[in-house]
């Protein structure tokens, strides 16, 4: 059986939920107030735009939270 890193297992379970619901992959990396903001915000672009910058939240949300996962772990590796 191969092992993988957990720091990219996280990185990418953190980034595929927040794909598929925008803040729940910051939910996953346990930060909260951060999911509670995606998951309001993005919503109200795709309905105030018409889908335009709905699409833009949707990546920024999936980037933010494998970006903060990749510091958050990494931090507690080079502990």
Known sequence: MLD???VLQ?????AVLS???PG???IYNGDFVRGAFWLLVTP????GSGGTLGWACHLASAY???RRATRATRAIVSV
């Open 4 to 6: 993988k890193d957990p």
């Open 10 to 14: 996280k990185d990418g379970v953190s």
């Open 19 to 21: 794909l598929i619901v």
């Open 24 to 26: 729940a992959g910051q």
């Open 44 to 47: 109200g672009f795709w309905l």
């Open 64 to 66: 933010t939270a494998h």
